[in-house]
Nanobody, 128 residues
């Protein structure tokens, strides 16, 4: 059974940084794509970043460029998301997701429907 487990959330001051971790169990995602999304109550889940497992290429929406870094550790079967210069509007539940495919450009995998597996999320609260 595939499981994605996020960790590293918490409360942080605006301007600070945070690194989230996502550990996958049950399979590796070689040939696939791993992504991070976030969601606040009452709003749609929003794409934050993704990475192709095999070549570690990355993609970010314009809103996260320069502030977010996604990376992976194949030995630990894990992906990470570092967000710098945090703002109160970054407050959200952050979700890790995995897609079994990676044959299209990464921007294609910025939508929820492209992902096969989801974690339960980790809460990030940024205080001003």
């Amino acid at each position: 059974q595939v499981e994605l487990k996020e960790s590293g959330g918490g409360q942080v001051q605006a301007g600070g940084s945070l690194t989230l971790s996502c550990t996958a169990s049950g399979r590796t995602f070689s040939g696939g794509t791993m992504g991070w999304f976030r969601q606040v109550p009452g709003k749609e889940r929003e794409f934050v970043a993704n990475i192709k497992w095999d070549d570690a290429s990355t993609y970010y929406p314009e809103s996260m460029q320069g502030r977010a870094t996604i990376s992976k550790d194949a030995a630990k079967n894990a992906v990470y998301l570092q967000v710098n210069y945090l703002k109160p509007e970054d407050t959200a539940t952050y979700y890790c997701a995995a897609a079994e495919r990676a044959y299209r450009p990464l921007a294609y995998y910025s939508t929820l429907l492209e992902y096969d597996y989801w974690g339960h999320g980790t809460q990030v609260t940024v205080s001003s």
